[in-house]
């Protein structure tokens, strides 16, 4: 659970470092109120167990209408950073009614990489997602 926790307060700095801006212009050119990155440490020091969870969080949120709106003002990207490399598992989308069922699906799909910790390939990763 320690581990859970950590890795959602990395999550919460990555969004943080790389997801707001105001305005922001996605990469279908619709203007959203703010871009949000999250970033999953599904590396082999991440209990099955505490990836399921965080995996499990972070879909649940992002599916809380009195948390998250539903109105195309948010873009959502999510990145896991395992082994060697970072993976796209929810591509910069716009959270709406029609999409937020696709992006909850994408997250608790979500098979852990294990491995290493490459950190700052999911850190790259992410801000070029949120910057294209």
Same mark, same amino acid.
């Given at each position: 659970?320690?581990?859970? @926790? ?8 990555? =969004?943080?470092? =790389? ?7 996605? %990469?279908? $050119?619709? #203007? ?6 999250? @970033?999953?440490? $599904? ?6 167990? +505490?990836?399921? /969870?965080? #995996? *499990?969080?972070?879909? /649940? =949120? @992002? $599916? +809380? !209408?009195?948390?998250?709106? #539903?109105? $195309?003002?948010?873009e959502v990207v999510v990145v896991q950073f395992s082994d060697s490399r970072a ?7 716009? @959270? %709406?009614?029609?999409?937020? *069922? /696709?992006?909850? !699906?994408?997250i608790r799909s979500m098979s852990q990489g294990g491995g290493g910790t490459p950190l700052w390939s999911g850190i790259d990763q992410i801000v ?5």
């Amino acid at each position: 659970m320690k581990k859970a @926790l950590s890795t959602l307060c990395l999550m919460l700095v990555a =969004v943080a470092l =790389v997801g707001a801006s105001a305005l922001a212009q996605t %990469t279908t $050119g619709t #203007r959203v109120k703010l871009q949000l990155g999250f @970033l999953i440490d $599904g590396s082999g020091s991440i209990s099955a167990s +505490d990836f399921t /969870t965080v #995996r *499990n969080a972070l879909a /649940t =949120v @992002l $599916g +809380d !209408q009195t948390l998250v709106p #539903r109105d $195309g003002s948010i873009e959502v990207v999510v990145v896991q950073f395992s082994d060697s490399r970072a993976t796209t598992e929810v591509p910069a989308t716009v @959270l %709406t009614g029609a999409t937020i *069922n /696709t992006i909850q !699906q994408s997250i608790r799909s979500m098979s852990q990489g294990g491995g290493g910790t490459p950190l700052w390939s999911g850190i790259d990763q992410i801000v070029s997602l949120m910057t294209t």
